[in-house]
């Protein structure tokens, strides 16, 4: 019987259209039109995002959960489908329950140290987290570590910024915790995070992913991680700020006790104590980001109808191009960090530039309209493994093109002219 | 908008590429002071020397960018076999050019209390010989951190001292 292969399209975006819809992407700096790679800090916001948290401000805004009347209930339907569509998006088996909004990443890993970590680390426990990660997936621990008595142990990376596995077994023995980033905000790292979600899980360590810098740019499937929580921020997925999410396996969050207290997380207040409320509401105390949710579930639905695929594909291409004009016009002049690979790596960029100061480096980039960061972007542990203060980082979206890749290398010729 | 350079004047940028009184001296007897800016990393070590009522001998370590480098540099000549109470003074007035948005950043941690700044009107700018070369920072708020950061550590070193502010 003749088989029928279907013709494969190859999925693909075009940026320089995709831009239009960014307001902020038509600004001018210094007179020049801005070239944004900072993405990794903050991603801008597509008009349907901020048209959709405007249209409901102006339509449907009441608080959540309590009202009986039209508009709170319009409002707590709104809010609860976008948190299903957020748990939609990273292949949340049950995305009405296991989606937690908080206010950002870092407070979703407080309360995972917090609520998991005071449940069930005793002194002398372990927790092991990656030499790249960011402060907000190591602060936490340190904190629990003073407070408790727990180790932190390290797996270390290799000198083209990848995790060094050959003695994970040794690392992960008698773990509790492993605490992994799934893309590195300074190398671009991919991390094989379901191999290492194997290897704890054998150990009978819990995997608290950070996927900050993976859900914007990759398409993401909890399951297929294997991991147990993870954190992401809307702010570096085309949402707004002010709001963050942790999914947490279902069985796991319905065995965790609150974080913080008061309206909402509860089922019953009584003089003699409380009831807390079932999850995901448990760990929502206060009036939550309802328009931020909105917004998040708008932005969502943009990365939908591009294509995490297609998004993937387009950076995979656009960081080989970067990669490779950097390393072309300034030879040894440039150090790039992580992965040499494309497809090893997201497209976070991040450089030592002559012996210029990563500060100097984008003062002068400013002056061509280009933003990168400049600093040790949340990872000291990683700076002083990298034998660096500091470095500049350009970081790309689905809005990047090449034209923005040949501004960055013109600019930066432009600061060695400078400081020549 | 302020350019570049009103940021990068060539005094600055002569003392970034040639820093003056670079190393450490030994200590002790020296006095050693680190100061950190957690926005760049920036890292800086001032060691000083008082004898008499006097700076004797500074010298500045550690990594930094062009302004913090070239500001460290600028003060280490400008304040080395000085009085003390001169030493204060320079600090002051300096602390006082740059004070005008540093109020609204957040601390660096660079240690020492802010020097108590002077009415603006009260800035004797000339007094400040090619230190005045550092007056367009300014103009670009973020970077004010990185002209004080060896002032304030510089102030944490004389308080250690036990030099009268
Ligand atoms: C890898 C990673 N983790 C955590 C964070 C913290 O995110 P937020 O500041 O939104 O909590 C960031 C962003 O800065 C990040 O890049």
């Known amino acids: 019987m003749a088989e029928l292969t279907p013709a494969t399209t190859e999925p693909s975006l075009d940026a320089a259209t995709l831009a239009k819809d960014f307001p902020l992407l038509a600004r001018e700096v210094h007179g020049r039109r801005i070239t944004y790679l900072d993405s990794a800090a903050s991603s801008q916001r597509p008009t349907a995002v901020l048209d959709a948290m405007r249209e409901y401000d102006e339509t449907t805004h009441a608080n959540v959960h309590r009202g009986v009347y039209s508009i709170a209930e319009e409002a707590t339907r709104r809010f609860e489908a976008a948190r299903a569509n957020v748990g939609r998006f990273i292949g949340a088996p049950h995305p009405a329950r296991e989606i937690v909004f908080t206010k950002n990443a870092t407070e979703a890993l407080n309360l995972v140290a917090h609520a998991w970590g005071r449940t069930h680390l005793q002194r002398g426990d372990v927790v092991v987290l990656t030499e790249m990660e960011h402060h907000a997936n190591i602060v936490p621990w340190h904190m629990l570590a003073a407070e408790r008595g727990i180790e932190l142990r390290w797996l270390p990376i290799d000198d083209d910024g990848r995790l060094v596995l050959d003695d994970l077994d040794r690392v992960l023995d008698g773990a509790k915790v492993l605490g992994i980033t799934c893309m590195s905000n300074v190398l671009g790292t991919l991390n094989p995070v379901a191999e290492l979600s194997a290897a704890a899980h054998a150990a009978g360590a819990v995997v608290v992913a950070d996927a900050c810098q993976s859900v914007p740019h990759l398409p993401t499937d909890v399951t297929a991680l294997g991991v147990d929580l993870l954190a992401f921020s809307a702010h570096k997925m085309l949402g707004p700020t002010g709001i963050g999410v942790l999914w947490g396996r279902e069985s796991l969050l319905e065995s965790l006790p609150p974080f913080l207290g008061g309206g909402e997380m509860i089922l019953d207040v009584r003089k003699d104590g409380f009831t807390p409320n079932d999850i995901p509401w448990r760990f929502e105390a206060g009036t939550p980001p309802i328009t931020e949710a909105i917004g998040l579930g708008a932005a969502v639905d943009y990365l939908d109808a591009v294509g995490m695929e297609a998004v993937r594909a387009h950076e995979i291409a656009l960081t080989g191009y970067a990669l490779g004009a950097l390393g072309d016009r300034f030879g040894d002049d440039i150090r790039i960090f992580g992965p040499p690979e494309a497809e090893a790596r997201g497209g976070v960029i991040s450089f030592a530039f002559r012996d210029i100061h990563p500060h100097d480096i984008s003062q002068i980039l400013d002056e061509y309209g280009v933003c990168v960061r400049a600093g040790h972007h949340c990872a000291k542990p990683l700076m002083r493994r990298l034998g660096v203060n500091a470095t500049a980082r350009a970081s790309l979206a689905l809005y990047n093109d090449e034209h923005d890749v040949d501004s960055l290398v013109e600019a930066l010729d432009a600061a060695g002219r400078f400081f020549a | ?165």
């Open chain 2, 1 to 165: 908008m302020p350019g570049l350079e009103d940021l990068y004047r060539e005094i600055i940028l002569d003392h970034y590429r040639s820093p003056r009184n670079r190393g450490e001296l030994e200590s002790p007897p020296a006095v050693r002071v680190e100061g950190f800016n957690p926005l760049c990393g920036d890292e800086i070590v001032v060691t000083l020397d008082v004898e008499d009522g006097v700076l004797a001998d500074i010298k500045i370590a550690g990594t930094g960018c062009s302004i913090s480098q070239s500001s460290a540099s600028l003060m280490s000549a400008a304040v080395k076999g000085k009085p003390l109470d001169q030493v204060r003074g320079l600090i002051a007035t300096f602390k006082g050019m740059m004070s005008i948005h540093e109020s609204t950043l957040p601390s660096n941690g660079a240690g020492g209390e802010p020097v108590e700044a002077p009415e603006p009107e009260a800035i004797d700018v000339d007094a400040l010989g090619e230190l005045a070369a550092l007056q367009g920072v300014v103009k670009f708020p973020v970077r004010i951190k990185c002209a004080t950061l060896s002032w304030n550590t510089l102030t944490q070193g004389l308080d250690e001292v036990g030099v009268p502010a």
